[in-house]
């Protein structure tokens, strides 16, 4: 854990943060009180802090931080989140308490939904599609098209229209402290909007019904799915800090395979792509997942933007992308990556930085369990940078560049074009972050 003095510093700093943005946002004293935790902090009011990373850029990220009465809610059931968040057009400013896990697979009523209630009246079922595009007869070449590729994405619109929520600008969802708080099942959508804060929540179980096969997909085809946990796409100024992503209680091993490759109804934990810009990603616990963050969504995604600081997570159970990096500047420091494996989820690699991504990785600590390679820590495509210092694997210091370049012909390139300058609580020394984030990060540790 951390030291005390680091944990009251870590307080006041972020108190005075609030305190500053209540009296900005005219909230009068009587509120704040009413809405303070036992330590004096607001977590409904509570802004990013000065410095912390690129979301502090600029005019920072306060979210819902000015809402008045009529835009603050409390919600515990998917139609109350709809009716909170309202449109996504609209972008006055709210607060959005989310008390206890909400599911996201229910009616407005309540009642739970499942895939057979997606699937109902458009014609899909699953043995009618594998039987039309076997590989055996269908071929290899191209995707799946007519009646049941049809009937497949209508069935996919169907759940999405469910499970998708649209998060408009300068919202703050926050998890109540002591309920559970989170979402199982569902996706936030942060999409096209400016200044948004997602904290204390858990994200679990986001499935994808009807996953697509793709054919031409890799040498083998694969299954691709269609929901993140949280997607950020052409977003900016947002903080995603204090949240746990996992696929609980469904986990990837459980997979059925179909054509000879995994039916994957998972994607990704949290994404940024489609341009986002100026993203901060703090003391979140990822755990149990594959393809968990991906920060730029092709190679021609969006030059001079993808700017995203990711620092003091842990990853742990993952099987890739903590991140892929594409196209922008990455800060990662002071992350815990955890490369055993668990739930059945064997570690391919930790930092993927590709298509020029400029990496700067700084003080992060790496835990490999006997027989791991330090070499398959990172990959890349041969034009991506990663360059910074002071990370450690097993508590030894460690150029894992060198180690990566060493066993590659596609080179990870050591220098990049940038200095990061927004980086508040980075520590120098990495050796203590395994104990210091055990029991800091993640939903449910802010009170």
Not at 314 to 340: E, F, M
Not at 390 to 419: F, M, Q, R
């Amino acid at each position: 854990m951390a030291a005390p003095s680091h944990r009251r510093s870590l307080r006041k700093r972020r108190l005075a943060v609030v305190s500053a943005a209540v009296v900005a946002a005219g909230v009068g004293a009587g509120v704040f009180v009413l809405n303070a935790n036992a330590d004096g902090v607001d977590l409904y009011h509570q802004t990013l802090p000065a410095k912390d990373g690129w979301a502090a850029s600029g005019t920072g990220t306060t979210g819902g931080a000015k809402a008045d009465s009529a835009h603050t809610f409390t919600v515990s059931t998917r139609a109350q989140l709809v009716k909170a968040l309202g449109s996504a057009s609209d972008t006055t400013p709210r607060i959005i308490k989310v008390k206890g896990t909400i599911d996201a697979n229910t009616d407005d009523s309540g009642r739970k939904l499942t895939c057979a209630d997606y699937a109902a009246g458009t014609g899909y079922s699953l043995s009618a599609y594998l039987k039309a595009y076997d590989p055996a007869t269908y071929g290899r070449s191209k995707l799946p098209s007519g009646t049941q590729e049809k009937a497949r994405a209508a069935a996919q619109a169907k759940q999405a229209k469910t499970i998708v929520f649209k998060v408009p600008a300068n919202t703050t969802i926050v998890g109540v402290p002591g309920t559970n708080a989170g979402i199982t099942g569902g996706m936030l959508q942060i999409q096209n909007v400016d200044n948004v804060i997602v904290r204390n929540l858990t994200f679990s179980a986001t499935e994808d019904c009807f996953p697509q096969w793709d054919p031409t997909d890799g040498d083998d085809g694969n299954w691709n799915s269609d929901y993140d946990s949280v997607t950020l796409r052409g977003a900016t100024h947002v903080w995603a800090d204090h949240n746990t992503f996992t696929d609980a209680p469904h986990f990837d091993k459980a997979n059925p395979k179909y054509f000879g490759r995994e039916y994957q109804i998972h994607d990704g934990a949290l994404d940024i792509t489609k341009g986002s810009d100026l993203v901060t990603v703090e003391r979140n616990r990822f755990t149990d997942h594959d393809k968990t963050m991906l920060i730029g969504s092709s190679d021609k995604d969006s030059t001079g933007k993808l700017r995203v600081t990711i620092h003091h997570n842990v990853w742990k159970g993952i099987v890739q992308r903590a991140p892929l990096a594409r196209l922008g500047q990455i800060h990662l420091y002071n992350n815990v990556y955890d490369t055993t494996t668990v739930n059945g989820y064997a570690p391919q690699y930790s930092v993927n930085s590709r298509a020029k991504a400029q990496v700067v990785a700084q003080a992060n600590y790496w835990t490999v369990p006997s027989g791991g390679k330090v070499a398959k820590l990172l990959s890349g495509d041969g034009t991506g940078s990663v360059a910074g210092s002071g990370n450690l694997v097993n508590g030894t210091v460690t150029d894992l560049v060198a180690a990566y370049n060493a066993a590659s012909s596609k080179k990870i390139k050591t220098t990049v074009n940038w200095t990061p300058a927004l980086t508040a609580g980075l520590e120098t020394s990495a050796k203590n972050l395994p104990a210091e984030l055990e029991n800091t990060t993640g939903a449910g540790v802010l009170k």
